[in-house]
């Protein structure tokens, strides 16, 4: 059974860091792609980074770029997502993703992701 539980949320204000963490068990990330998302309140979930299986390749929302990072850990098997500058708009429920094709490339639909955390709860006060 495939499980990914977050952690790391939490409220901050503006221009503070935050990083995230998501324990994956049931599969090796290292094998897989990976991708973090988020829903704010009212919207829709979105794509907001993700990672290849090689870990080589990322790819940023256009909303993150310069101030987000998504990494892993093989040895933990645990894959992050710092968070910098932060600002009012980032406030948002972050999901983790684990995509189920192994040795996958970076996709940006949920549609491709199999597996998700529980969602933290990020709140970023101006």
């Known amino acids: 059974q495939v499980q990914l539980v977050e952690s790391g949320g939490g409220l901050v204000q503006a221009g503070d860091s935050l990083r995230l963490s998501c324990v994956v068990s049931?599969?090796?990330?290292?094998?897989?792609?990976m991708g973090w998302f988020r829903q704010a309140p009212g919207k829709e979930r979105v794509f907001v980074a993700g990672?290849?299986?090689?870990?080589?390749?990322?790819y940023y929302a256009d909303s993150v770029k310069g101030r987000f990072t998504i990494s892993r850990d093989g040895d933990k098997n645990t894959m992050y997502l710092q968070m910098n500058s932060l600002k009012p708009e980032d406030t948002a429920v972050y999901y983790c993703?684990?995509?189920?094709?192994?040795?996958?490339?970076?996709?940006?639909?949920?549609?491709?992701?199999?597996?998700w955390g529980q969602g933290t709860q990020v709140s970023v006060s101006s």
């Open positions: 049931g599969r090796t990330v290292s094998m897989y792609a």
């Open positions: 990672m290849s299986w090689t870990g080589r390749s990322t």
């Open positions: 993703a684990l995509r189920a094709l192994r040795f996958s490339t970076i996709e940006t639909s949920e549609s491709h992701y199999d597996h």
